[in-house]
């Protein structure tokens, strides 16, 4: 699971510099769906034969990762 690891340290370092260099603003709700979003569109790339869908990974991730081929 380092993957979803990945997403949360990207989706927290690209939030910062949006926030300090574009003045945007971010919601720990908005980050929680950044992480899962980016880790499932890391995930389909790397298993590109899974059927997984968004809400199966969001739900429970490690099915998806049990059912990879």
Not at 3 to 26: Q, Y
Request: proline residues 3%; hydrophobic residues 45%; contains cysteine.
């Amino acid at each position: 699971m380092i993957l979803v690891w990945h997403a949360v340290v990207w989706t927290i370092w690209t939030s910062r510099n949006d926030i300090i260099f574009a003045g945007g603003s971010s919601t720990i709700d908005i980050l929680v769906d950044r992480v899962k979003l980016s880790s499932w569109k890391w995930f389909l790339r790397k298993n590109p034969d899974s059927s997984c869908s968004l809400y199966e990974w969001e739900a429970q991730p490690l099915l998806c990762w049990s059912s990879k081929t």
